[in-house]
């Protein structure tokens, strides 16, 4: 079992993590918990749309 821990969960959208990553569930408000074969399908969940953002920000600064 893997925990993770969001320190801002500002727009996360949990229930759809819940709902893609089987057995998961939340520990707490800022918490999932993931089974850890799936480790690599929550963080490429939750990071791909945060490096997105990212990448929009310097292409407008530029």
Do not use: C, W
């Not at 500002?10 to 089987?22: E, N």
């Not at 520990?27 to 399908?41: E, P």
Request: net charge positive; charged share 20%; hydrophobic share 50%.
């Amino acid at each position: 079992m893997v925990v993770i821990r969001l320190k801002n969960p500002r727009g996360i959208d949990f229930p759809y993590l819940l709902s893609m990553i089987p057995h998961s569930f939340m520990s707490r408000a800022n918490s999932i918990v993931i089974h850890g074969a799936k480790l690599d399908l929550a963080m490429q969940l939750i990071l791909t749309p945060l490096i997105l953002q990212l990448m929009e920000r310097k292409r407008r600064t530029i």
